[in-house]
């Protein structure tokens, strides 16, 4: 019996998965055009091989074309997540990289990939395996290769940090020489050096730990930065000699004004800016990837009350920044940290996007055109467009009218592959 389930299973997935050869219609009630707000009622997307051919209220129908009619409910371009960690999984973070082997963690990713996907994530920023070095960069050619469903991945690797910093092993015993959660680098050569292992081992952008730990002092952020600023601007210029771009981990300054100044491609978390980093990630289009979710899951999942109170007082900072930020023009792209908290819940972060100030449009913007410049996928993927790759979702309701709509996605459709639909 559990063979024959499995074969089942199999079958389903490849009926789901397959790649017809003649023509896809998908008609829904509305088709929201993200760039301008504007709704297509009803929406229609013509589908062929891979990318979006037409985009109308009515597109041609071709003769053998497979209609595929989604009701009264909304089209999408497939979101995108700029920062998450498909090696994680809720529970003791520290403690599961210790416990877990590489090979555990790798087949856990791989299930979390899917669980993305099928929430409607079809591109992901993978920001770091938390000591699993490069397999990251199998779980993506995994996935490219069509072995296992998931999002389309940019990965970083391992991540890069400094001895004693965010992700050393710092509380355990030092005589049990518990390994760091990312490569250290404690000088230009040696952070230029991890940069080129890195590359070597197939990431598509580097991720350098910045700052931390965090603490909050009389109401104000306290955040020791890990690199200098002539530090991070060798790292830019390494990467860019490849045509590689560099995210850093960043809640503060001084380390977040070092981050701008050096020319990163986004700066995640971004708890507080000051005023001239406000300015620099303006002028310079560097993105601000919030990160809300994650915040909100480890205050109302914190360990003690003190903890709690801790994670709470960072958010409400995050929150009054948030809107500063808001306020003064600082591009933003849609990131949740998934990982911590479980895969495929992601969405959460349009609905927290919201509440803290953005319009739910914005919010939609930050998640599919702004994250597909980050990642680099602008000119493919983020809008439903006649010569885009065809990563479509469907939502039942209106999402400028309720953003938590993005959390009920009934329709997957990632490069003309179905994957999820009523």
Same mark, same amino acid.
């Given at each position: 019996? @559990?063979?024959?389930?499995? &074969?089942?299973? +199999?079958?389903?997935? =490849?009926? /789901?998965? *397959?790649?017809?050869? #003649?023509?896809?219609?998908?008609?829904?009630?509305?088709?929201?055009?993200?760039?301008?707000?504007?709704?297509?009622?009803?929406?229609?997307?013509?589908?062929?091989?891979?990318?979006?051919?037409?985009?109308?209220?009515?597109?041609?129908?071709?003769?053998?074309?497979?209609?595929?009619?989604?009701?009264?409910?909304?089209?999408?371009?497939?979101?995108?997540?700029?920062?998450?960690?498909?090696?994680?999984?809720?529970?003791?973070?520290?403690?599961?990289?210790?416990?877990?082997?590489? @090979?555990?963690?790798?087949? &856990?990713?791989? +299930?979390?990939?899917? =669980?993305? /996907?099928? *929430?409607?994530?079809? #591109?992901?920023?993978?920001?770091?395996?938390?000591?699993?070095?490069?397999?990251?960069?199998?779980?993506?050619?995994?996935?490219?290769?069509?072995?296992?469903?998931?999002?389309?991945?940019?990965?970083?690797?391992?991540?890069?940090?400094?001895?004693?910093?965010?992700?050393?092993?710092?509380?355990?015993?030092?005589?049990?020489?518990?390994?760091?959660?990312?490569?250290?680098?404690?000088?230009?050569?040696?952070?230029?050096?991890?940069?080129?292992?890195?590359?070597?081992?197939?990431?598509?952008?580097?991720?350098?730990?910045?700052?931390?730990?965090?603490?909050?002092?009389?109401?104000?952020?306290?955040?020791?930065?890990?690199?200098?600023?002539?530090?991070?601007?060798?790292?830019?210029?390494?990467?860019?000699?490849?045509?590689?771009?560099?995210?850093?981990?960043?809640?503060?300054?001084?380390?977040?004004?070092?981050?701008?100044?050096?020319?990163?491609?986004?700066?995640?978390?971004?708890?507080?800016?000051?005023?001239?980093?406000?300015?620099?990630?303006?002028?310079?289009?560097?993105?601000?990837?919030?990160?809300?979710?994650?915040?909100?899951?480890?205050?109302?999942?914190?360990?003690?009350?003190?903890?709690?109170?801790?994670?709470?007082?960072?958010?409400?900072?995050?929150?009054?920044?948030?809107?500063?930020?808001?306020?003064?023009?600082?591009?933003?792209?849609?990131?949740?940290?998934?990982?911590?908290?479980?895969?495929?819940?992601?969405?959460?972060?349009?609905?927290?996007?919201?509440?803290?100030?953005?319009?739910?449009?914005?919010?939609?913007?930050?998640?599919?055109?702004?994250?597909?410049?980050?990642?680099?996928?602008?000119?493919?993927?983020?809008?439903?467009?006649?010569?885009?790759?065809?990563?479509?979702?469907?939502?039942?309701?209106?999402?400028?009218?309720?953003?938590?709509?993005?959390?009920?996605?009934?329709?997957?459709?990632?490069?003309?592959?179905?994957?999820?639909?009523?």
């Amino acid at each position: 019996m @559990p063979r024959l389930i499995t &074969a089942l299973l +199999l079958l389903f997935a =490849a009926r /789901l998965g *397959a790649q017809t050869a #003649a023509p896809v219609i998908l008609h829904a009630s509305r088709l929201l055009d993200v760039e301008t707000g504007r709704f297509v009622s009803p929406g229609e997307i013509r589908v062929e091989g891979d990318r979006i051919a037409e985009v109308a209220a009515k597109v041609a129908h071709p003769t053998g074309a497979r209609v595929i009619d989604l009701g009264d409910r909304t089209l999408l371009p497939g979101l995108i997540d700029a920062h998450v960690h498909l090696f994680l999984h809720p529970g003791a973070e520290d403690l599961q990289t210790v416990q877990e082997s590489v @090979p555990q963690r790798t087949l &856990a990713a791989v +299930l979390a990939a899917r =669980a993305d /996907l099928l *929430a409607g994530f079809t #591109a992901e920023r993978d920001m770091g395996t938390e000591g699993a070095s490069s397999a990251d960069t199998a779980v993506r050619d995994a996935i490219d290769s069509g072995l296992f469903p998931g999002p389309r991945l940019r990965v970083s690797g391992n991540a890069i940090d400094i001895l004693g910093g965010h992700e050393d092993a710092v509380g355990y015993n030092p005589e049990q020489r518990v390994l760091p959660n990312a490569t250290q680098a404690n000088n230009t050569d040696e952070l230029i050096a991890a940069i080129r292992e890195q590359l070597k081992q197939g990431a598509d952008f580097i991720k350098i730990y910045e700052t931390g730990p965090d603490t909050i002092r009389n109401g104000k952020l306290s955040t020791p930065y890990q690199f200098t600023e002539a530090q991070l601007t060798a790292a830019v210029e390494e990467a860019a000699r490849t045509g590689k771009r560099i995210a850093v981990h960043a809640t503060g300054e001084p380390g977040t004004l070092f981050a701008a100044r050096a020319g990163v491609a986004s700066v995640d978390h971004a708890y507080e800016l000051s005023p001239q980093t406000i300015h620099l990630m303006r002028e310079k289009h560097i993105f601000a990837v919030p990160t809300f979710t994650i915040s909100e899951y480890f205050a109302e999942h914190a360990a003690s009350p003190e903890r709690a109170a801790r994670e709470h007082a960072l958010l409400d900072l995050h929150v009054r920044e948030f809107k500063r930020q808001l306020e003064a023009g600082v591009p933003i792209a849609m990131g949740s940290d998934v990982g911590p908290f479980p895969h495929g819940t992601q969405a959460r972060e349009f609905v927290l996007l919201v509440k803290y100030g953005m319009t739910p449009l914005a919010a939609i913007q930050a998640g599919t055109i702004n994250a597909a410049q980050l990642t680099g996928w602008n000119d493919s993927i983020g809008k439903l467009s006649a010569g885009y790759l065809a990563d479509v979702v469907a939502v039942d309701g209106n999402p400028i009218e309720d953003i938590t709509a993005l959390q009920r996605v009934v329709f997957v459709m990632k490069g003309g592959i179905v994957y999820r639909q009523p």
